[in-house]
């Protein structure tokens, strides 16, 4: 059984895509053991109760330094014991030691197709705002394996989506979850807990 620890920040729709892929066995062989998130009161939070599943929120603001965070964000990932670390959603810049402790263990899904709209500064719905300022035609998800760089780690999988006239950054980002997020993550999981 592989042991994945999901990090979020905010409402936790791909986290509860994991959930729902878990119980329904569209992800085999895992177990999730813990919800991390940086943001206390965030609806990702609620869902892992739901699902009773330990969560633990490691906040900056509770710390003194970057570096007091980075080590609790570390030891409570740790206090987990991880096979996998998922990142879904969780906006904070994953501390170097994390990556060296768990290389190619951790994993994240960004809304566009890397190379296009990534790196510092696209997350959330600025992806979907500078995809349509663009006019692309096609962005997508991608789900990457997270090293030293800011969405620069090696791909697992992509999937395109259409950019349809008259959408928004919001309409643009749902259908993204929908038709890209939602089903991809749970597949990248799967496939490594059966690889
Ligand atoms: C998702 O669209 C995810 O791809 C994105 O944040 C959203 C979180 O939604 N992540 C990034 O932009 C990372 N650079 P969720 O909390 O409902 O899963």
Redesign the pocket.
């Known amino acids: 059984m592989l042991r994945v620890v999901v990090m ?8 509860q895509a994991i959930i729902d892929g878990v119980a329904d066995g569209t992800i085999s062989n895992t177990q999730l053991v813990g919800v991390i998130s940086n943001n206390p009161g965030v609806y ?1 939070l609620e869902r892992a109760k739901l699902a009773n599943i330990p969560s633990t929120v490691v906040s900056p603001k509770e710390y003194e330094s970057r570096a007091a965070f980075n080590d609790a964000l570390l030891a409570t990932v740790s206090s987990y014991k991880p096979d996998l670390i998922v ?3 969780f ?1 904070v810049v994953i501390p170097e030691k994390m990556i060296d402790a768990y290389e190619n263990r951790i994993i ?4 566009s197709l890397i190379p296009a709209f ?1 790196g510092t500064g ?3 719905l600025k ?1 979907h705002e500078a995809a349509l300022e663009r006019g692309v035609k096609v962005t997508g ?1 991608t789900v990457h394996y997270v090293d030293k760089g800011t ?1 620069t780690g090696p791909i697992i999988m992509q999937k395109a989506v259409y950019v349809e006239e008259g959408d928004t950054p919001k309409t643009l ?1 749902q259908r ?2 929908e038709q890209a ?1 939602w089903k991809l993550l749970p597949a990248a999981i799967n496939k490594i807990a059966n690889q």
Do not use: F, W
């Open positions: 979020v920040s905010g409402g936790g729709t791909n986290l990702a990142l879904a959603g906006l994240n899904i960004h809304p990534c696209y997350y959330g992806v998800a969405d980002q993204v979850m997020e």
